[in-house]
Nanobody, 118 residues
Framework: QVQLVESGGGLAQAGGSLRLSCAAS????????MGWLRQAPGKQRDLVAE???????NYANSVKGRFTISRDNAKNTVFLQMNSLKPEDTAVYYC????????????WGQGTQVTVSS
């Protein structure tokens, strides 16, 4: 079993920055990739960014160039640096994991609220 704990959410102004952190614990050897999902009220949960154990990254088009995902594999920790924030970035952000043998991020933590004021 894997536990994912997010931190770093909060309130930011449009154009501002926040940095999210996620620490994975438990059966971390089963993790092939970690990333971030987000969900705004009334919307589906979407993938924001992903990073594999080998360092390959993927970003949603809406955040590319503004957000940066990074990781410390030794500590099973992933970060999301969010710059140039927009009100439409407001959502609950979930740390997520993909396990070996699976094709999707299907495990996530409790989430942390990010609110961007205009």
């Amino acid at each position: 079993q894997v536990q994912l704990v997010e931190s770093g959410g909060g309130l930011a102004q449009a154009g501002g920055s926040l940095r999210l952190s996620c620490a994975a614990s438990g059966s971390t050897a089963s993790i092939a990739a970690m990333g971030w999902l987000r969900q705004a009220p009334g919307k589906q949960r979407d993938l924001v960014a992903e990073i594999t154990s080998g360092g390959r990254t993927n970003y949603a088009n809406s955040v590319k160039g503004r957000f940066t995902i990074s990781r410390d594999n030794a500590k099973n920790t992933v970060f999301l640096q969010m710059n140039s924030l927009k009100p439409e970035d407001t959502a609950v952000y979930y740390c997520a994991a993909r396990f070996w043998g699976q094709s999707r991020m299907n495990w996530w933590g409790q989430g942390t609220q990010v609110t961007v004021s205009s």
